[in-house]
Antibody, heavy 125, light 107 residues
Framework: EVQLVESGGGLVQPGGSLRLSCAASGFSFSSYWMNWVRQAPGKGLEWVAN????????YYVDSVKGRFTISRDDAMNSLYLQMNSLRAEDTAVYYCARRKRYCNSVSCPGGLDYWGQGTLVTVSS | DIQLTQSPSFLSASVGDRVTITCRASQGISNSLAWYQQKPGKAPKLLIY???TLQSGVPSRFSGSGSGTEFTLTISSLQPEDFATYYCQQLNSYLWTFGQGTKVEIK
C-alpha cells in the first residue's frame, strides 16, 4: 500500500525556518517525481515545488523561490522541504504528493495520484 | 504562468442531478489537465488525468473532456458522497497551477 506521511510542521515566527519531511513507503520512491502542495486555511490548493527522480531537476512557484529548497534521499525513501525566511502568507497545510507515472508523446499529464495527510505550518509572532 | 479559471465557484445541486464544472486555461495546454476532489479535512483525490482518463477506482459517473484551453468535469448523477470541492490542475510545464476550486453543495 502506498503511504506518504508528512512531519515537521508547527508554529514558527516570521523570518524563521522549518524543515518538513515526507516518509514514503509501498512503492519504488526513487522512480517518481515528488511534489509539495500547500493549502492556506479556507483557501484553494497551491503547487509549491517538485523534484525529479534523481534530484537533478527541481522547480518552484515564484512566491517561494530563493526561500524554499526541495530535496530527497532515495536511500531513506524521504522527501524534504527546507523553508527559510518564512512569512505569514506561508501559513498552510503542506502536502507531499507523488506524480503519476504517465506520459504521452508530448507531455506527462498524469497528475498527483497519492497524497499524504498534510502537516500544518503556522507562521505567526 | 498559465492561469486556470473554474466556473462556477459554487454550485448547489440535488442528488441525481447532472453537474458540469468548467476549467479555462489562459493559454493552450493540449490535454495536460487533471481533476481532483477534496472533502473537508482530507487530502485531494485524483479523479481524472490527461483531461479525460478516469483514474483507477473512480466511479464511472465522473468524466472529463476538453483540450487546448477549455475543459469540463461532468458528474452524470450526483451522489451524496460527491458533495465536495473540485479542482482542476494544469501540468503543461514544470510550473503547475490549480484552479480556484468549485464547491458542490446540497440543494
Amino acid at each position: 500500500e502506498v503511504q506518504l506521511v508528512e512531519s515537521g510542521g508547527g508554529l514558527v515566527q516570521p523570518g524563521g525556518s522549518l524543515r518538513l519531511s515526507c516518509a514514503a513507503s509501498g512503492f519504488s520512491f526513487s522512480s517518481y517525481w515528488m511534489n509539495w502542495v500547500r493549502q492556506a486555511p479556507g483557501k484553494g490548493l497551491e503547487w509549491v515545488a517538485n523534484i525529479k527522480q534523481d534530484g537533478s531537476e527541481n522547480y518552484y512557484v515564484d512566491s517561494v523561490k530563493g526561500r524554499f529548497t526541495i530535496s530527497r534521499d532515495d536511500a531513506m525513501n524521504s522527501l524534504y522541504l527546507q523553508m527559510n525566511s518564512l512569512r505569514a502568507e506561508d501559513t498552510a497545510v503542506y502536502y507531499c504528493a507523488r506524480r503519476k507515472r504517465y506520459c504521452n508523446s508530448v507531455s506527462c499529464p498524469g497528475g498527483l495520484d497519492y497524497w499524504g495527510q498534510g502537516t500544518l505550518v503556522t507562521v505567526s509572532s | 504562468d498559465i492561469q486556470l479559471t473554474q466556473s462556477p465557484s459554487f454550485l448547489s445541486a440535488s442528488v441525481g442531478d447532472r453537474v458540469t464544472i468548467t476549467c479555462r486555461a489562459s493559454q493552450g495546454i493540449s490535454n495536460s489537465l487533471a481533476w481532483y476532489q477534496q472533502k473537508p479535512g482530507k487530502a485531494p483525490k485524483l479523479l481524472i488525468y490527461a483531461a479525460s482518463t478516469l483514474q483507477s477506482g473512480v466511479p464511472s459517473r465522473f468524466s472529463g473532456s476538453g483540450s487546448g484551453t477549455e475543459f469540463t468535469l461532468t458528474i452524470s448523477s450526483l451522489q451524496p458522497e460527491d458533495f465536495a470541492t473540485y479542482y482542476c490542475q494544469q501540468l503543461n510545464s514544470y510550473l503547475w497551477t490549480f484552479g480556484q476550486g468549485t464547491k458542490v453543495e446540497i440543494k
